[in-house]
């Protein structure tokens, strides 16, 4: 036997012997983070906001996932509140059994509207999300933010956030390197969308939980906890920006849970 081969032999080997720990440890660390629940669980469906996509979602779901729970992070249109809370409603209604309905950002408005009447949400979760009343709109409730005419630019019918001003007003505590893609990545909104007067507020009558990020840029903490307190919402903070769900997949995951555990 060479000994060029007897090296990748040993290579070989070894590599096997990192993936059968890799293996054997697997299952360890989904039972750490358990989620305690007991029977049928419920679908999580995640609504995304405006300047995100539903991969903004993918560590909640991961961690959704592993412990069983069936996930939809769903494509939210961006094109207004009326053509995207229709598209959340469908794939509500094609969801068999109770739903958990999440929503970041301008996704609180969308499922404000989707959820209105339907008995089968058992929960809103609002993760650093607009939660208006009737006749509100999402720039009323962001005032006070650096989200305006300074760090945004329209192109046709579509607002952006500009790529200079993406990190400080989305996504402060990430890396500029990743806010640097999110930023080129971004999902542009309909630039009417966040001037929508809302036509309805499933909060009223549907218990919802609410993740304030206290190092919001996007939407001022004190009008999240004023949103939670008006909902009555079984309430959170963390020390996050408003990309909450990418910055901190924890504390979001917790707050979903925290909703299953208390609709069940």
Known sequence: MSRRFSLRTTLFAAAL???????????????????????????????????????????????????GFPVLAVANPLRGVPTDAAAIRQVVDSVKGPVILVGHSYGGTVISHAAAGDKDVKALVYIAAFAPAVGESAGQLSAGGKLGPDTTRVVGNDLYIRPESFHEVFAADLPRRTTALMAAAQRPIDAGALGFQATAAAWQDIPSWYLVAKQDNAIPADSQRAMAARAKSHTTEVNASHAVSVSRPDATYATILGAVRGTR
Request: proline content about 4%.
């Open 17 to 67: 012997g990192v993936a059968a720990l890799s293996t054997t440890l697997a299952p360890a660390a989904a039972s750490a983070e358990d989620s305690g629940y007991q029977g049928a669980k419920p679908t999580i469906v995640l609504v995304h906001g405006a300047f995100a996509d539903a991969g903004s979602w993918n560590e909640v779901t991961q961690r959704l996932q592993r412990n």
